[in-house]
């Protein structure tokens, strides 16, 4: 306990001396976050300056091992490193699907040279990574995708195309879903591949959204090449490693029904819901939930890390978490009024409002869907009979 | 802290389900007790194997006699009283009653008998239909070197079989918490069964003369202790409907499992496999939320007063889904009154409105965080 309190100390006292007070704002959309990568684009020095702090103590990813670029943290360290960042309002110095989903997988599945190799750049923020689940014609069915993948003795050879895939054109590298054999039943052939974004054959395409966003890509590969070793897991068992990250993912994605600010909702709207008794009454009823998530969400976090938590508890989360925040998107529409419906206008900040709440719809979408989520939770935590 | 149940905490959660499992159970409390009719509503012998049992002096410091343990130790015996609906005077007496009196002179007037099992304690707070504590108009003026009583109180649990009861009042100097015995001169008790066959009392206050040492701390002092005693009996309320809620759901689940309908269990329904799903959900958050709240009331936080209502607004809310969907994919028999399910909605109803409803205390979250 004593130690304890000596590493809050401490972590209070770094933080302070090296968080940028540019970098104790929140987020304001997903342009405004650091993403790293081999090209990495900073908004401003500070910005840079929080990251190469932070990736330098291995705090980027505090609980992963020293030896693999983490901080070496304990569970209770981690937690308190997450509070002290939180008092301070510190932002996630880095956004990365290779810390929230690749990196988790690899310490689970990964050969000893593929962690060596993979996890300290993940973790220093030099490879932006996206993910090749879905397909045109497999999305909540994912097991049926169809992206090929021929052994050529020296080397793969991939073609298919996949989609919905986030930032692809921003992307260094993609972890892949791809059929490696085609005879065997739809789960069973099915392997986990790593390669290269700048590969001769890889194309993208953006995907123009309601919010007038593009986040998401079709993504081509023509008879890409790739080394043999990139394969993570044993061949045809990627369906294994895939099922494994997409916990991590949904544990991520659940995140948003934090909403990213520490306040409640009310307080934000105090202003708006002040006349009109009824928004007043739904936003009260929205903060028990969101109280009440956030909750949910620490005791899921200490389960997880203290290995009590049901292995399908993040499909709960990730149900929870993302209808949460399309609410909480609703309800800051309904109190913005007419002024939340400008879609190009300085005042609203291009749009702000209205773009992020269509953002939100997708949130039960991607990731599985909660329809998939609702099925897994009743099939596998209540037990519930059908295949 | 982890927000998980300690090794220490999950051995009394052990202790309490087999306990409440066998001694606490439907047919030979509550059933046993309804059937009958009797005044109480509840078991005195029950009572006594609760103090037996070292449940009633939960909250009591271990030099008064009691285990000195905290909300989250008698969160954990309230859920598997929801659980078996067991009717018992711990929630008034051994939680809201004790998180009142404790520190004052009445903790060594009324701690022996209640870590005996002989004492019973209730809150007379309500004085309408709503919970509305800001809004106590009774009055206690001065007189002789005491005060008299004046007013009425209704919804109050275990009141007609309190040896003490709590009665919050008015005096010049401000609210004020009064513990008044039973056979207090000029105080009518009128027993009235409510619809989970627990009781009720209305009290009438016809002059009631106490003495000084009948106020609870200090005279005007009364708002710090009755919020003391608000949000441990809020707390506990909300650990008991999750304890309800709990053992709702998994009737219902293990129904939609052997109950067969064209052929097949009905729980390969996809409509009722995701409402099943849905309420899991609702119900794991507001588990969450109330442990939240129990561990800020133990530690002493300036965080557990919103908590206290997020975790009772959420537990209400969740528990009343469990105990709907419960009655509803049980069909016909889940109408009846020999199955269980019913009395686990009538139980809900009771304990949404004791202490405040669901929307009582989103308005309550609401104004702590100034909108």
């Not at chain 1, 987020?27 to 190469?52: H, T, Y």
């Not at chain 1, 070496?72 to 997450?82: M, Q, V, Y």
């Not at chain 1, 890889?202 to 966003?213: A, E, F, H, N, W």
């Not at chain 2, 989250?72 to 067991?86: S, W, Y």
Request: with cysteine; proline share 3%.
């Amino acid at each position: 306990m004593a130690d304890l309190e000596t590493f809050r100390r401490e972590t209070r006292a770094w933080l302070a001396a090296n968080c940028p007070a540019e970098m104790r704002e929140p987020v304001r959309d997903e342009s405004d976050a650091c993403w790293g990568g081999r090209n990495p684009v900073f908004k401003n020095s500070a910005q840079k300056q929080w990251l190469e702090a932070m990736a330098a103590r291995g705090w980027t990813v505090p609980d992963w091992p020293k030896d693999y670029g983490g901080g070496g943290l304990s569970p209770e360290e981690t937690k308190i490193l997450r509070q002290e960042m939180a008092r301070i309002g510190a932002r996630n110095p880095l956004y990365s699907f290779g810390i929230s989903m690749l990196g988790p997988a690899l310490l689970k599945y990964g050969t000893e040279t593929q962690k060596k190799h993979y996890l300290p750049q993940i973790a220093r923020g030099e490879i932006r990574w996206c993910q090749g689940y879905s397909e045109p014609g497999a999305g909540s069915d994912l097991a049926s995708l169809q992206t090929k993948c021929e052994d050529k003795g020296d080397h793969w050879l991939v073609n298919g195309q996949k989609v919905w895939t986030s930032y692809a054109d921003k992307a260094d590298w993609i972890f892949c879903l791809v059929r490696t054999d085609s005879q065997a039943p739809k789960h069973k052939g099915i392997s986990f591949l790593l390669f290269d974004m700048a590969s001769p054959g890889v194309s993208t395409k953006p995907i123009l959204l309601i919010s007038g966003y593009s986040p998401f890509c079709e993504t081509f590969f023509d008879d890409v090449t790739v080394p043999k070793d990139q394969i993570v897991g044993e061949l045809n068992k990627g369906w294994d490693v895939a099922k494994y990250l997409l916990g991590h993912e949904r544990e991520m994605i659940s995140g948003m029904g934090l909403g990213g600010h520490s306040g409640t909702l009310g307080e934000a709207l105090a202003d708006a819901v002040a006349g009109d008794p009824l928004l007043r009454a739904d936003v009260a009823r929205f903060d028990v939930d969101s109280l009440a998530f956030r909750a949910m969400s620490e005791k899921f976090i200490d389960e997880l890390k203290a290995g009590k938590a049901h292995p399908a508890q993040p499909s709960m989360m990730k149900y929870a978490g993302t209808e949460l925040n399309k609410a909480r998107h609703e309800l800051i529409m309904a109190a913005g009024g007419a002024d939340a419906l400008e879609w190009e206008s300085e005042r609203s900040r291009q749009g702000k409002s209205a773009r992020e709440w269509l953002r939100t719809k997708a949130n039960s979408i991607e990731g599985g869907t909660s329809e998939i989520q609702l099925g897994i939770v009743a099939k596998r935590i209540l037990d519930l009979p059908g295949a | 802290m982890p927000l998980y149940l300690t090794d220490d905490q999950a051995m009394l959660r052990d202790t309490a389900r087999d306990f409440m499992a066998e001694q606490g159970a439907i047919r030979s409390q509550l059933r046993h007790w309804r059937d009958i009719g009797c005044k109480d509503g509840f078991g005195h012998g029950l009572w006594k194997q609760f103090a037996e049992m070292g449940f009633a002096g939960i909250l009591i410091g271990e030099e008064e006699g009691g285990l000195g343990l905290g909300h989250v130790e008698a969160g954990i015996v309230l859920e598997e009283i929801g659980r078996n609906l067991t009717p018992s005077p711990f929630l008034t007496t051994a939680v809201a009653f004790v998180a009142a009196v404790k520190g004052t002179a009445h903790g060594a007037r009324w701690f022996p008998g209640i870590l005996a099992g002989e004492t019973v304690a209730a809150l007379a707070i309500d004085e309408g239909a709503r919970h509305r504590p800001e809004a106590i108009a009774m009055r206690a003026e001065r007189a002789g070197n005491g005060f008299r009583l004046d007013g009425a109180k209704q919804f109050v649990v275990q009141g007609a079989s309190a040896d003490v009861t709590l009665v919050a009042a008015r005096t010049d100097e401000g609210l004020t918490l009064f513990a008044v015995e039973k056979d207090a001169k000029g105080l009518e008790v009128e027993g009235v069964r409510l619809a989970d066959a627990s009781i009720g009392a209305r009290l009438t206050f016809d002059g009631v003369e106490v003495d000084a040492d009948a106020v609870v701390g200090e005279v005007g002092g009364g708002d710090t202790m009755l919020a003391r005693s608000l949000a441990a009996g809020r707390t506990g309320a909300a650990a008991e409907l999750v304890g309800l809620a709990s053992a709702a759901l998994d009737m219902t689940v293990d129904y939609l499992k052997q109950r067969q309908q064209f052929g097949k269990p009905i729980g390969e329904f996809q409509a009722l496999q995701f409402r099943s799903a849905h309420l899991y959900s609702e119900l794991e958050i507001a588990r969450a939320a109330t442990l939240k709240a129990q561990q800020l009331l133990d530690e002493g936080s300036d965080a557990a007063e919103a908590m206290v209502s997020v975790a009772k607004a959420k537990a209400s809310r969740a528990s009343q889904l469990a105990v709907q969907e419960g009655v509803q994919m049980h069909g016909g028999i889940g109408m009846t009154d020999e199955h269980d399910i019913g009395l686990y909605m009538k139980r809900d109803r009771v304990l949404a409105e004791l202490f405040g409803d669901a929307n009582y205390h989103a308005d309550r979250l609401a104004r702590l965080k100034g909108y």
